[in-house]
């Protein structure tokens, strides 16, 4: 085998990697069906988490601890919701664009979203570490419902706002995959 012909293959070889990489990246995402199937799986833990804090969260203003001891605890929780909001976002980062229009406004959003959602639980852990909880105790808890309070608000405007997002393929894909049942 000649120099000529490795050339000529390397070249070839080349050419073909070049050729299916730009034909990967022209579409063949997952399918609506996976893409949903997928989004749901990695939202499900995250869910049960996030309702574990609320419960949690309402457990702690309701128990009888020092502000310090509550202090501790809210910020743990804050903690580790921001942690599973992170790892809920990665894997629908993952889950990659589907294959159908609007495809890549509708995964955005949905990163976007929980992007949002992990930043605010990270200020209201901030917030809450920064109270004084060596001071008098309503004023802490005073400072506890603030943060909450924004907290709450944050949350809510992080919401993915579907009115334009207009998938029938999604839409479908979503009522259908158990994942999302």
């Excluded at 990695?42 to 309402?58: D, G, V």
Aim: aromatic share 4%; proline share 4%.
């Amino acid at each position: 085998m000649g120099a000529r012909h490795v050339v000529s293959t390397a070249r070839t070889t080349v050419v073909l990697i070049v050729v299916l990489a730009t034909l990967a990246a022209c579409g063949g995402g997952p399918s609506p069906v996976m893409w949903a199937a997928e989004v749901c799986t990695a939202l499900r833990p995250w869910r049960a988490e996030i309702s574990n804090l609320t419960s949690s969260t309402q457990q702690q203003m309701t128990a009888q601890t020092t502000p310090a001891q509550a202090q501790e605890n809210l910020v743990r929780l804050l903690a580790g919701a921001e942690s599973a909001t992170e790892t809920a976002r990665t894997r629908v980062v993952a889950a990659g664009i589907p294959d159908t229009d609007q495809g890549e406004l509708v995964a955005g959003g949905f990163v976007d979203s929980l992007g949002a959602v992990r930043d605010a639980y990270g200020r209201a852990e901030e917030g809450i570490a920064e109270l004084d909880a060596s001071g008098p105790a309503d004023t802490f808890y005073d400072g506890v419902e603030s943060v909450l309070a924004v907290l709450t608000d944050e949350y809510q405007s992080s919401a993915l706002d579907t009115t334009s997002l207009d998938s029938a393929e999604l839409d479908r894909a979503f009522d259908e995959v158990p994942e999302c049942r």
